[in-house]
């Protein structure tokens, strides 16, 4: 014959459980719901609220733009769209291709010895008024000639292009490790030249990795000198302060030749080199951690701790983990003497017109 408890007992464990439940219900912390996903017209919207006042395909843009964010899951803030725009309107002023004055001529100083050795007949690089249309007159050429693609595809002269005048290599490798989102036409490096390609490989250089940076400027930085510059820059400084050994504050931390990492040390290394022992580290320590340089992951290296914490002990202060590069540019295209520095300050300025050109919108 089943048992069953006493009704007191029943009343009693159904009181705990019913207590259980309310203390569950009032002492579970409590969370916002988290801000909904914008719709691709709101986002439309956002980035439109951005753009300057007298733009052409104004629509345009802002699927463009929007759509590179939504592709590369950038979260579609003024800061993030502000940024976009900024170094677009610095680097082409929102043409997808922009014309170059004088790019034949240009082209055929740069490249005269070049052009003879391909045969290409200089009043063709005349004719060229874009880079675009420059980088189709050698690939047209190179078409043409026997074996062309196995020997001179290197040599087209047009390393970037496009509204925000992105590196074709770096599109290249990009899309190695990303699939592109859109159909690649006749190549990858037509699509750089696009206003949609342009754009996306732009915005991917410019916000598709990881940094901790305290202010936007330092990725406007970056994208003229490469990913990371900035931190790599406060890094060398850090180490020609505590070693005494002046450095270039450029960035690279290790010597490259012909696209490899060198054997021979370059003069950040040595640098790092000096102050080895206090810093716990051998050489061989040393070059394997410098080799992140391009990676967020030399941040978390034990070099990079060692130095930044030598370096605070020594000042009394946390010292800046980020500083502009000092770069001096140098390019054909060039009438004046550029800096890292002063792109990324001029890009700065535009950015912050857009941030306020947006809350201006808004408040209409």
């Known amino acids: 014959m089943r048992r069953f408890p006493p009704l007191r007992a029943v009343a009693a464990h159904g009181a705990i459980v019913l207590a ?5 219900c009032t002492e579970a912390p409590t ?7 914008l719709t691709a017209a709101e986002g439309r919207a956002l980035v439109s609220a951005h753009l300057p006042a007298k733009l052409g395909d104004r629509a345009g843009w802002a699927t463009d733009i929007f759509a590179a964010m939504a592709s590369l899951r950038v979260d579609p803030t003024p800061r993030n769209v502000c940024a976009i725009v900024a170094i677009t309107e610095q680097e082409s002023g929102f043409e997808a291709d ?3 004055p004088n790019l034949g001529h240009i082209a055929e100083r740069a490249l005269e010895q070049e052009r003879e050795k391909a045969g290409i007949p200089s009043l063709v690089l005349d004719a060229a008024h874009t880079e675009r249309e420059l980088s189709d007159v050698f690939d047209d050429f190179i078409d043409r000639v026997p074996l062309g693609k196995r020997f001179l595809a290197d040599r087209n002269p ?6 925000m ?7 290249q490798a990009h899309a190695e490790r990303k699939p592109y989102p859109y159909p690649v036409g006749d190549s990858l490096r037509h699509e750089v030249f696009s206003r949609r390609g342009g ?3 732009g915005s991917a250089h410019l916000l598709d990795y990881p940094a901790d940076y305290p202010d936007m400027i330092y990725r406007f930085a970056d994208f003229n000198a490469g990913q990371y510059a900035s931190r790599n820059a406060a890094f060398q400084k850090a180490v020609s302060g505590l070693s005494g050994v002046p450095l270039a504050y450029d960035g690279d931390l ?9 054997e ?3 003069s950040t290394e040595l640098a790092v080199r000096v102050i080895a022992p206090r810093l716990g580290l051998d050489a061989a320590h040393i070059r394997r951690d410098l080799e992140h340089e391009q990676d967020y992951e030399f941040g978390r290296t034990e070099l990079y701790r060692a130095v930044f914490a030598e370096a605070d002990a020594e000042a009394g202060r946390r010292v800046p983990r980020a500083m502009l590069p000092r770069i001096d540019l140098s390019s054909p295209k060039f009438t004046r003497k550029l800096t890292t520095e002063g792109f990324a300050r001029r890009v700065d300025r535009r950015y912050r017109a857009c941030l306020d050109r947006g809350q201006t919108t808004v408040k209409k």
């Open 31 to 37: 969370r916002a719901p988290g801000p909904r996903p």
């Open 98 to 100: 922009p014309v170059v």
């Open 254 to 262: 290790v010597r490259f030749e012909h696209g490899r990492i060198a």
């Open 264 to 266: 021979k040390p370059g």
């Open 158 to 163: 047009v390393r970037t292009g496009g509204p």
């Open 199 to 201: 754009v996306y490989f």
């Open 20 to 24: 259980a439940l309310v203390a569950a």
């Open 165 to 171: 005048q992105v590196s074709v290599a770096y599109a």
